[in-house]
């Protein structure tokens, strides 16, 4: 079940939420609508399950317009920041709501409540209140609520974004697991762009109401079509009119025509990998990310004077320019395509 | 020596707290038991089984029967609008339900008597369709919604506005129509701000003295609901009797406020 949104535009009063997105997300697969706050990401996704009415613009869903449809008649599985769980009911009950609105019988619903249960390991706690769950329980439950109807597509509204750094993980995994063994059509909003790439086979980068980008996580990372998915998808360094990963910026000690120099300000250890902050002699600040063993064979210490040689500088004001080894012409340039998810998973 | 000295003023604040409430409300409603059954249970018993006592509690008990369920109704239909359908007017709507609480009773008799009299906008038009609205029960039971109108919609707003509006949502995206989110997930979610409302209501319309003294005419065995008729007891010098029927309203009302706390206890268990 492909869904489309075309030409989806929606205003909350003077603020533009959405200004004529459209986007195509391919039967099966698992995309990530990731954008700051404010960007319209949510609301694309509300607006996907009815839950929103554009002002303009058509939703899809398997080829049909689903605009003017209900929410209760799409078909949709949705899952909300912070669960939406029914408090006055069990989780049997939570998960059991949506099989008794369409009047499933008691046996029925009893094996495809333990069956979801157990899909999500909660199923020891099924007489239990949600207010008797941890977070990320009470998450899961959530989903199995969502799932337990089968729904055409799954809908996530940032799943995750109230759960502490652990459990976010381990349910990330669970998710991207989950939908491999499901392969129902799924969408999911967050801000988190480590997380996007992690779970999600296909992004849709937002911004300010619009798409800046669409494509994998490769794509993204390697062939942003502007600054801003540049500097939103992973770390920058913004070095006169270019812009280089910190990853790419190679720290000698030995100057040579590509080299700049710079002073090191300060060293962060983070587990394996070093940061290191520089200030330029024009003033500007920039950081190279160094694993441990390229730090102890330099042996950094703070004051010193180095060289950087900036590999793989983007410019997205004209043509890319290369200031080092490596070219970083892009792929697929920036056009009037962009909104397309083009790989399929 | 600083827990000392907040032990003492915690204890302190505790009596001063206990005290007050002691001498402001305990005290009198001791003194009417006490009146009550000075001179045994016969004479109360007597004058609250007379034919005027029991229509007069009768009366009560329909006007509770009346009143209750149609501010309950229009309560949570109101506090709805108000909360999940906010439009230009709801703060005036808002601003309205208020009346009630800031009008005098006895204004809100007056203007009911107004209004349905002989000479009012509403009075001749009835009158010719042979309904009759003052002195007796459909005045009374007008009166008695007036004045009780705010509690539902006061005790439910907060508590719609709390469980805010992603359960519902969620519903929706399970199938649910608005019938069925309203009454699977809304209401059992509101249920105790509604039941508090109901209470209070109850109590009010139980309680209700100045509108409905007015527009009932205050006809022994006819129109008299019980503090009317304990008004008319202490006015004739029957002690006994007005006692009698102060304690079976003071019962009445301790018994709706038990009622909700045995219902809620059951929900917790």
Redesign the interface.
């Known amino acids: 079940m492909g869904i489309s949104v075309e030409g989806a535009s929606k205003s909350f009063g003077d603020f533009q939420a959405l200004n004529d997105v459209s986007i195509e997300v391919p039967n099966g697969s698992l995309t990530a609508l990731l954008g700051p706050s404010g960007s319209g990401k949510s609301t694309l996704l509300r607006a996907i ?3 929103e009415t554009l002002d303009a613009g058509r939703v899809m869903i398997d080829d049909e317009d689903v605009s003017k449809k ?9 899952v ?1 920041q ?1 669960y ?5 009911m069990t989780v049997f009950e939570n998960v059991g ?2 099989l008794k ?2 009047k499933w019988d008691k046996a029925k619903i009893s094996a495809r409540v333990h069956e979801l249960l157990q899909l999500v390991q909660l199923d020891g706690l099924a007489d239990r209140y949600p207010s008797q769950l941890s977070g990320g329980q009470r998450q899961r439950m ?1 989903l199995a ?2 799932l337990a ?1 089968e729904p055409q597509v799954l809908l996530l509204d940032e799943p995750f974004g109230a759960l502490d750094a652990k459990v976010r993980k381990d349910l990330r995994t669970w998710l991207r697991n989950l939908h491999e063994e499901m392969h129902v059509t799924t969408i999911f909003v967050t801000h988190d762009q480590e997380e996007a790439m992690d779970v999600a086979g296909q992004l849709v980068v937002m911004n300010e109401g619009r798409v800046e980008q669409s494509g994998s996580a490769d794509d993204l990372y390697d062939h942003p079509a502007n600054e801003f998915v540049m500097s939103f998808v992973g770390e920058v360094n913004r070095l006169g009119d270019g812009f280089v990963r910190p990853h790419d910026m190679d720290v000698v000690l030995d100057p040579d025509e590509n080299t700049e120099e710079a002073m090191v300000q300060r060293i962060v250890a983070l587990g394996f990998e070093i940061r290191v902050e520089f200030v330029l002699a024009d003033g500007t600040e920039v950081w190279a990310q160094l694993t441990r063993a390229e730090l102890q064979k330099l042996e950094l210490r703070q004051g010193q004077i180095v060289y950087l040689r900036p590999g793989k500088t983007k410019s997205f004001s004209g043509e890319p320019s290369s200031n080092g080894s490596g070219a970083s012409t892009p792929r697929r340039p920036p056009d009037g395509d962009d909104a397309e998810v083009s790989a399929a998973v | 020596m600083r827990p000392a000295s907040g032990r003492h003023s915690r204890w302190g604040l505790r009596a001063l707290g206990l005290g007050y409430l002691a001498l402001l409300l305990l005290a009198p409603l001791v003194t009417i038991f006490y009146k009550t059954f000075e001179h045994g249970l016969a004479p109360p018993l007597e004058a609250i089984t007379s034919p005027d006592g029991l229509h007069a509690l009768k009366l009560s008990l329909l006007m509770v029967a009346i009143a209750v369920p149609l501010n309950t109704i229009f309560g949570v239909g109101c506090a709805l609008l108000l909360v999940r359908h906010r439009r230009r007017g709801s703060a005036l709507i808002d601003a309205v339900i208020n009346l009630p609480f800031a009008i005098s009773p006895v204004v809100i008799g007056l203007s009911l008597f107004l209004l349905y009299g002989t000479k009012g906008w509403f009075g001749p038009g009835l009158d010719e369709a042979g309904i009759k609205v003052l002195f007796s029960v459909p005045g009374m039971v007008l009166a008695s919604i007036f004045v009780s109108l705010p509690f539902v919609v006061r005790e439910t707003v907060p508590v719609l506005q709390e469980i805010g509006t ?2 519902e ?9 608005a019938w ?1 989110t309203f009454w ?2 809304t209401l ?2 509101i249920r105790w701000g509604v039941a508090y409302g109901v209470v209070l209501t109850t109590a009010r319309v139980l309680g209700e003295f100045g509108a409905v003294s007015i527009v009932s005419g205050q006809i022994s065995g006819e129109t008299e609901t019980l503090p009317l008729f304990v008004e008319k007891q202490f006015q004739n010098f029957n002690q006994a009797g007005a006692f009698g029927a102060s304690v079976v309203l003071a019962l009445l009302a301790l018994a709706t406020l038990l009622a909700m706390n045995v219902l809620k206890r059951k929900e917790d268990a």
């Open positions: 399950a009815g839950l209900p929410t209760q008649k799409r078909e949709v599985g949705f909300f912070h939406a769980a029914f408090k006055h709501f949506g609105i369409r959530a609520r969502a109807v | 992603e359960q949502q969620a519903a929706s995206t399970l199938g649910a129509n069925q699977r997930i059992p979610a």
